[in-house]
């Protein structure tokens, strides 16, 4: 009996145990609120590296932006270059020679002076050094020397003319720092806190999937941030994240579904935000698969390798539709390669959706229907085609079953198969598809994207390391994409990316249909406003920049619900302890009235 | 007549404690060869599975071909298999499992961080289900059909069956601003033993709970279903004969004769408490084994896939082993078999 009773009271004490820290914890983030301005930021991918020359994922580039400021910037308004740690520079008449004059006076956090010899001793790492190229190499890949005459002038000497020299995403690191640590790049974690950088942020605190922790840098060239406090606490899923930011645990959510941001919608305290997406959703058509050496590969339908079919296939593509249907209307019809928030390069060009055209189409190049309706191919052989998506986007099912339903009323039957995304890759990667679907993230620089679909993205003769998005291999096309690339003109730069996406569309290997909105939510009983980008109807996170977490504007009145938490806590033990003594109480005389009862 | 008998009874006491040793060494020498098989395995059963590591590292990140090929030779995956696999084997022998693709740590130091919030999770959760699971059963087996019975079994059953994932998202949801909705600890927490101590538990009541209210009727069920196995018998009977109270007849006869099936469960239910258990822990994002597991499968992370392999296969064999081993101590039938 008296083992039974100590089970009990332990039984009770840890119910206790679990029970009482629930105050300090409601009243933890609120007081720490009180006394410092902290933004607190749901981040729902995982962080993985905060190493800069080894950081390949979103949240830990963004990271990194808050933390290292650039040779030059993104604005906040329209994503054009703007200055980072250079404040001007200039490109010699011979278009090979860049001159970039570091601003005199900045602080690394750590107070010692900022110079144009970090910025040369970061790109000559990377020259240098492969592990330091791992991130961020295609940036300097072109580079042929890189000094520092002195504190405040940096001269890069590219090898061939090179238009991107203000869109190096390159985060500077402060070489008294890194020196010493060259030779264990790969291993090495950047995690000695504080970390020194030069950014609005400093890194103070990390723990792997659990939180990430930045405190103002009061040292940061354009001065100090409105906020003193980033904290991005890891969600590893969107719904709970949502849940959070009803509940006021975090101020600031991201990448939330349709389904979510509806539910947020109207919420008291609560400010969503709809913003336009710089991600591109389309259609890959199989050209006829082949790597580097023009071996083809993959099983691809080579009727697909004719332009006429594969332009009639976008023709019968209605973007409209799918983003009403698909999307739930988060999302804008798609056209062009690049989207339109990046108004200066994209075509902006609209494709009409007609099927009577898209028969003649086929028609005219000589795709014969059969008895059944169904088209034949120029071997006379019934056409239908594959098309694979992933099963862990939402949108690929009903994309899929529409555009099912549109290429059947051109006599061409379609099998669609969703697999997992890993599964995807590799199909894609080795041409084993007829159409698909795929996506891509576009910088303010169009150059990634372009590089896509040009011949050297092919995979090499073993079928790796191919960067292409749709195997597309075409002279025209890439001579254009050479030419924007060493155009210093932008002007003539613009007409040239312009040609090169129109060349694209006339390839048809591409279909771009959708560019989804990005969808956050704030909590504004606690911030006012948020610095978007572009501005207007921008996003607050995964910015091309710092801007939105550097110019969060806290709310005016407190917001605090002042609870005390010593006070709650020593009033929660005590009503525990009570409870449990009468429960322990009850539980020993019932059991001592029930043994009275059998003895 | 006790000459008679005590070689008897001294020959058997030989015998058994050989068989002892046999029968330790046996089952030793199993786990020693699944523990070697699942080492062999660990590497190659991950390679078969789509998904190329490299394209999944640098997805949506602008590269070129050549930084491809350089990140491949850079984690060694343009070596030959049969090279890889020494190399993962000459690692495993020296203790090193090798370096994280994504979080570029070593798999080892990344495992550790992991385990002791699993331990703590799944651990006190399953303490917590064994203890309410094994008292709601000998309660409700004891009285059979009685209204507390049919209660508590069927809202066992209930939990049971609801999928974890909702009811960790409802609890979520309807406890409000109670409980913190993710992590372990919050970095707001000030320094000390006592509040972190605090902080700690407050982050690990709801996810707790939720495996608690998942599992426990798994307790439950056994431990009421051998405890009716044992009603009829014999010596229970015997037992009250004697005189005996209900209630030391149920504790000290009935129960110990019951308890055996559910010791085999729970040592079976603590091997996989390394594992840990997915769906929570990404319900609450808490930061354990089965959270890594699957962020490692996620990310085709191919060293960290076969470390947290190893480990949680190793962490199942051991406790089979100890399972196995304690039986024999508890069970005079293994003992003579």
Not at chain 1, 46 to 53: G, R, T
Not at chain 1, 272 to 299: C, E, M
Not at chain 1, 462 to 473: D, L
Request: charge should be neutral.
């Amino acid at each position: 009996m008296r083992m039974r009773r100590i089970g009990v009271c332990l039984a009770v004490a840890a119910c206790a145990a679990l029970g009482t820290p629930a105050v300090t914890g409601v009243g933890a983030p609120q007081a720490h609120a009180a006394d410092s301005k902290v933004l607190r930021v749901a981040v729902t991918t995982a962080v993985a590296s905060l190493n800069p020359f080894l950081a390949y994922h979103q949240a830990d580039t963004e990271i990194g932006r808050m933390m290292y400021e650039f040779l030059t910037a993104y604005d906040q308004t329209d994503q054009h270059p703007v200055p980072g740690l250079a404040e001007s520079w200039q490109v010699g008449t011979d278009k090979l020679t860049w001159t970039f004059k570091i601003r005199q006076g900045m602080k690394w956090s750590d107070d010692k002076p900022i110079t144009a010899k970090d910025v040369a001793f970061t790109y000559n790492l990377m020259l240098t050094n492969a592990v330091a190229r791992t991130a961020n190499g295609n940036f300097v890949s072109n580079f042929d020397t890189v000094t520092a005459p002195d504190d405040t002038t940096l001269v890069v000497r590219t090898k061939q003319p090179q238009a991107t020299m203000l869109a190096l995403d390159v985060p500077i690191v402060p070489e008294h720092v890194w020196a010493s640590k060259v030779d264990k790049l790969v291993n090495y974690t950047n995690l000695d806190f504080p970390v020194v950088g030069s950014g609005p942020f400093t890194l103070v605190d990390y723990k792997p999937d659990q939180y990430v922790k930045l405190k103002a840098n009061p040292n940061f060239w354009r001065g100090k941030a409105t906020v003193d406090e980033v904290d991005f606490y890891h969600y590893d899923n969107t719904d709970a994240a949502a849940q959070a930011l009803i509940k006021g645990d975090v101020d600031l959510v991201s990448k939330l579904t349709a389904a979510q941001f509806d539910t947020l919608k109207g919420k008291d305290g609560i400010t969503t935000n709809k913003a336009v997406g710089r991600r591109f959703n389309d259609l890959i058509i199989n050209p006829g698969a082949q790597t580097n050496t023009r071996q083809p590969i993959g099983d691809g339908n080579p009727a697909l390798r004719d332009v006429k079919l594969r332009q009639a296939i976008a023709q019968a593509i209605d973007a409209k539709t799918l983003v009403d249907k698909s999307y739930g209307g988060y999302a804008e019809p798609g056209s062009s390669y690049i989207p339109p928030v990046f108004s200066k390069w994209s075509t902006n060009q609209q494709r009409t959706f007609d099927l009577a055209a898209a028969n003649r189409t086929l028609d005219e190049a000589g795709y014969r229907k059969g008895p059944d309706g169904k088209r034949l191919d120029k071997e006379g052989k019934p056409l239908t085609l594959r098309l694979i998506g992933d099963s862990g986007q939402p949108t690929d099912n009903p994309n899929g079953q529409y555009l099912k339903s549109w290429l059947g009323q051109l006599g061409i039957p379609v099998d669609v198969q969703l697999v997992s995304g890993d599964k995807l890759g590799d199909v894609t990667t080795a041409g084993n598809y007829d159409l698909s679907f795929s996506t891509w993230g576009v910088n303010p620089d169009p150059d990634a994207v372009l590089t896509l679909q040009t011949c050297a993205a092919l995979p090499d003769a073993e079928g790796k390391s191919g960067t292409t998005e749709t195997f597309t291999c075409d002279e025209q096309y890439d001579q254009l994409y050479k030419a924007q690339l060493s155009e210093l003109d932008e002007g003539k730069r613009v007409q040239e990316v312009k040609q090169a996406q129109q060349r694209l569309a006339e390839l048809a290997t591409s279909v771009t249909f959708a560019y989804p909105d990005q969808l956050e939510a704030y909590r504004s009983d606690r911030f006012s406003s948020f610095a978007v980008q572009p501005n207007p109807g921008g996003v607050i996170t995964g910015q091309n920049g710092y801007w939105g977490y550097y110019k969060a504007v806290p709310a005016a009145a407190g917001t605090s619900s002042g609870v005390t938490p010593t006070g709650l806590v020593i009033g929660i033990v005590v009503a525990v302890v009570v409870v449990a003594g009468v429960v322990l109480l009850v539980v020993s005389r019932r059991r001592k009235s029930t043994a009275d009862e059998r003895e | 007549m006790t000459n008679a008998l005590s070689p008897e009874v001294v020959e058997p006491t030989r015998g058994a404690g050989r068989g002892t040793l046999r029968y330790v060494a046996t089952k030793v020498g199993g786990a020693l060869v699944s523990l070697v098989l699942v080492v062999v395995l660990g590497f190659f059963l991950f390679r078969v599975l789509p998904g190329d590591p490299v394209k999944t590292i640098t997805r949506d990140a602008p590269v070129d071909p050549a930084r491809l090929a350089e990140l491949r030779a850079q984690l060694g995956l343009d070596d030959p298999l049969p090279v890889q696999f020494l190399r993962y084997l000459g690692g495993l022998l020296r203790g090193d499992l090798g370096q994280s693709y994504n979080y570029r740590q070593p798999v080892l130091d990344l495992i550790l961080d992991r385990v002791g919030p699993t331990l703590l999770l799944v651990g006190t959760a399953t303490v917590i289900a064994a203890a309410l699971g094994l008292w709601l059963g000998v309660r409700g087996g004891w009285r059979r059909g009685s209204r507390f019975d049919r209660a508590s079994t069927g809202i066992a059953l209930l939990l049971w069956s609801a999928p974890t994932f909702w009811l960790g998202m409802v609890l979520l949801t309807v406890t409000g601003t109670l409980f913190p909705s993710q992590g372990i600890i919050d970095p707001a927490t000030p320094p000390g033993l006592l509040p972190q101590a605090l902080d700690l538990l407050h982050h690990l009541a709801l996810p707790c709970l939720t495996l608690v209210a998942v599992i426990y009727a798994q307790y439950l069920l056994v431990m009421r279903s051998s405890l009716l196995e044992e009603m009829n018998a014999d010596y229970l009977t015997t037992a009250r004969a004697k005189g005996l109270r209900d209630d030391l007849v149920r504790r000290r006869h009935a129960v110990p004769n019951a308890l055996l099936p559910t010791v085999t469960l729970i040592f079976l239910n603590l091997g996989m408490v390394v594992s840990g258990a997915v769906t929570v822990e990404t319900v609450f994002s808490w930061p354990g084994l089965g959270q890594l597991t699957f962020k490692a499968i996620n990310s085709r992370d191919l060293p960290l896939l076969q470390g947290t392999f190893i480990v949680l296969a190793g962490a199942v064999l051991v406790m089979n082993l100890v399972a196995d081993l304690l039986y024999r101590v508890i069970d005079p039938r293994v003992r003579a078999a």
